[in-house]
């Protein structure tokens, strides 16, 4: 079973959730950090990394002794990256989507396409626990390419945790999408139901089951709660705001490793997820 852990905004606990989620398990797990612009559950992992590889996209690279200047390129492409000025042919590979729209379209032959590096993949251990961590290049624009890659290593032996970027933007459609189940995190404020509201509009669309963690729960008001019964979206987890807790996460510390009653709470967590991933199926078949 494939949960990615998302948020409709950042600081809400995303991260947290993910990292004691996998290690409250305690069987074999990936943990898969797709939050690429600023990933940090291996600050919480401490994981071996075993190796690195490079992701790349392909950018055009024109070749002007074959260019007729007819400007195909460039109509066909919606994102302005190809552009013809008099005789010569611009490309800015940071817009560039990789569609691959300006070769075909070129009657000249005169673009070839080019690895261009955008990020890497960090894979390694940590006791039971598979680990994958993606790294945007400083500078990137285009994260979704490096989360598909990340994603091509999933493992369906294990349970797979993705811990997703903040938002509801591209990058987190890519790391949400064809996974069974979305966990979202959120915090009883004014601005998390704000950003909650979108984040649940997303996942409709995408049409999978999602349940919600609400985190500091004692403080803000019960908006959140009402929403979550109007929206029929169940609230699987609540947890308080704990000195303790925010003591664990300023040191890099699951806060189950020192508050280790709420291990029982997650593994109860994730049976719930699998319980309603597998009556969804039930339901559909």
Same mark, same amino acid.
């Given at each position: 079973?494939?949960?990615?852990?998302?948020?409709g905004?950042?600081?809400t606990?995303?991260t947290t959730?993910?990292?004691n989620?996998?290690i409250s398990l305690?069987?074999?797990?990936q943990?898969?950090?797709?939050?690429?612009?600023?990933?940090?559950?291996?600050?919480f992992i401490?994981p071996?990394i075993?190796?690195?590889?490079?992701?790349?996209?392909?950018?055009?690279?024109?070749?002007l002794?074959?260019c007729n200047?007819?400007k195909?390129?460039?109509?066909?492409?919606?994102?302005?990256a190809?552009?013809v000025v008099?005789?010569?042919v611009?490309?800015? #590979?940071?817009l560039?989507h990789?569609c691959d729209?300006?070769?075909?379209?070129?009657?000249?032959q005169?673009?070839?396409m080019?690895?261009?590096?955008?990020?890497m993949i960090?894979?390694?251990?940590?006791?039971?626990?598979?680990?994958?961590n993606?790294?945007?290049?400083?500078?990137?624009a285009?994260? #979704?390419?490096?989360?598909?890659s990340?994603?091509?290593h999933?493992?369906k032996?294990?349970?797979?945790i993705?811990?997703?970027?903040p938002?509801?933007?591209c #990058?987190?459609?890519?790391?949400?999408?064809?996974t069974?189940?979305?966990l979202?995190?959120?915090e #009883?404020?004014p601005?998390?139901?704000?950003?909650?509201?979108?984040?649940?509009?997303?996942?409709k669309?995408?049409d999978?089951?999602?349940?919600?963690?609400?985190?500091?729960?004692?403080?803000?008001?019960?908006?959140v709660?009402?929403?979550?019964?109007?929206?029929g979206v169940?609230i699987?987890?609540?947890?308080p705001?704990?000195?303790?807790?925010?003591?664990?996460?300023?040191?890099g510390e699951?806060?189950v490793?020192?508050?280790?009653?709420?291990k029982?709470?997650?593994?109860?967590?994730?049976?719930?997820?699998?319980?309603?991933?597998?009556?969804?199926?039930?339901?559909?078949a």
């Open positions: 079973m494939i949960v990615s852990i998302a948020s905004k950042g600081g606990g995303k959730i993910a990292t989620l996998a305690e069987r074999d797990v943990l898969m950090d797709c939050d690429v612009e600023e990933p940090n559950a291996h600050l401490y071996e075993e190796k690195s590889l490079a992701v790349s996209v392909l950018v055009p690279k024109v070749d002794k074959k200047f007819c195909k390129c460039m109509d066909i492409c919606q994102f302005n190809i552009t008099k005789s010569n611009l490309t800015f #590979p940071l560039c990789s729209g300006c070769r075909i379209v070129c009657p000249e005169a673009i070839d080019t690895e261009r590096e955008i990020g960090d894979m390694g251990r940590k006791d039971h626990m598979v680990f994958l993606g790294r945007l290049n400083i500078g990137e285009m994260a #979704p390419p490096l989360i598909r990340v994603k091509t999933i493992r032996d294990m349970p797979v993705i811990d997703a970027p938002g509801t933007s #990058p987190v459609i890519a790391a949400m999408k064809d069974d189940f979305v979202l995190v959120t #009883p404020t601005f998390g139901l704000h950003d909650l509201k979108l984040a649940v509009s997303a996942i669309i995408l999978i089951p999602c349940g919600l963690v609400i985190n500091r729960s004692d403080i803000g008001d019960d908006k709660r009402a929403f979550a019964d109007q929206e169940p699987l987890m609540e947890i705001f704990d000195r303790r807790i925010a003591e664990s996460y300023a040191i699951p806060f490793n020192r508050m280790p009653e709420w029982s709470k997650f593994v109860q967590l994730y049976k719930d997820i699998e319980t309603k991933v597998n009556g969804r199926e039930k339901k559909g």
